[in-house]
């Protein structure tokens, strides 16, 4: 075979060995390495594209080389038509083919304001923090809802212990139908949580913001609690994922940090309460402080940014009491309720 193509096997077993590795270090369950797909990666001077037609020209070994014709939609043509975008590697899969882009690093942007989002089950939930031109700040409340993944969730959740319980007799077929309905999944809470990325980095971009989040790594699902619980957390970690690397697109500085203590402390006087005082959806404390409880994090996580001495927003002072009760900034809203369950003929993507 051509010689550029072993260099990608390699490189390719090589990470799959790291993988097993950093399982082994952390004392997880170590199978054998194994690729469980068929897969070939190519380098970016192991094949050519041409961008306007959309054909990749893939030599396997001297005289013999594979053409494939690539299915372009209109958004596969923003990537192709911008001649910015070097090519990267590419991908072939069984059912698709992966073609990476490369951008060269745009460079941070000089943020002159700060989104801090506290990221729940239903919603990211924060403040806006913006600088006046006096030196003083205004502070409000943002929201992101995206309140029905965990509804799909919820109901493929239900659907996977229904097939278990209905086809116990046949495991493989369990296995194949449980597979499909994962995917299914995968696919509809994908499609909601770039539509939320997309809506958070908008209204960054517009605003020249930086963007806090909470750390989520080191985070672990409570092994008391039950299964439905453990399922909420990989999402908000894929939004995070997503967030990140769409902010690195546009040099939209985001910065992380440890979210201990963050929804327990009172960013007014620093105490942590010991129990829940006020309402469920409400944080109190002593001091008199009041702050629905998502925000209240949210605020911390920005306190613990700027004590870290993290660059936030060119040295931005944040004071709670600049916050205005009454505004309330929705960066997005759920566009559409819940479609009832995709039948066997019903395809995934959804359009709007
Ligand atoms: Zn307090």
């Not at 609690?225 to 995070?240: G, I, M, T």
């Not at 613990?304 to 993290?310: C, D, F, Q």
């Amino acid at each position: 075979m051509y010689a550029q193509h072993l260099a990608s096997s390699f490189e390719v077993a090589a990470g799959i060995l790291k993988n097993h590795r950093k399982r082994l270090r952390q004392g997880r369950r170590p199978g054998t390495p194994f690729v469980k797909r068929l897969m070939m990666k190519a380098e970016n001077q192991a094949y050519k594209l041409d961008r306007t037609e959309g054909i990749i020209d893939l030599p396997i070994r001297a005289g013999c080389h594979v053409e494939l014709k690539l299915v372009v939609s209109r958004y596969h043509r923003r990537y192709l038509n911008d001649g910015t975008l070097s090519l990267g590697s590419l991908t072939v899969l069984p059912d698709r083919v992966i073609v990476a882009f490369r951008k060269e690093f745009p460079g941070l942007i000089a943020a002159s304001s700060v989104l801090s989002l506290d990221t729940n089950e239903r919603s990211l939930d924060g403040i806006f923090v913006e600088g006046g031109r006096k030196g003083d700040t205004s502070c409000v409340q943002v929201k992101a809802a995206f309140p029905e993944v965990a509804i799909i969730q919820q109901r493929h959740h239900e659907r996977r212990r229904r097939l278990q319980k209905k086809k116990a007799h046949d495991r493989r077929l369990t296995r194949v139908l449980c597979g499909r309905e994962g995917r299914r999944e995968h696919h509809r809470v994908d499609y909601r949580l770039h539509s939320v990325a997309n809506a958070v980095l908008e209204f960054a971009e517009n605003h020249r913001s930086a963007i806090v989040l909470e750390d989520l790594r080191g985070m672990r699902p409570n092994k008391n609690k039950d299964l439905n619980r453990r399922l909420s957390l990989w999402p908000r970690r894929k939004l995070h994922q997503i967030i990140e690397y769409k902010a690195a697109w546009k040099g939209i500085p985001v910065i992380k940090v440890d979210p201990r203590y963050s929804s327990r402390r009172c960013p007014i006087c620093g105490r942590i309460p010991d129990s829940r005082m006020g309402k469920w959806s409400e944080f109190a404390c002593e001091c008199g402080w009041r702050m629905d409880r998502h925000v209240n994090a949210s605020m911390n996580l920005l306190q613990t940014a700027i004590s870290k001495g993290l660059e936030v927003a060119g040295g931005l002072r944040f004071s709670p009491g600049a916050f205005q009760h009454d505004v309330m900034m929705t960066l997005c809203e759920p566009a559409m309720a819940v479609r009832s369950e995709p039948n066997g003929t019903s395809h995934i993507g959804v359009t709007s």
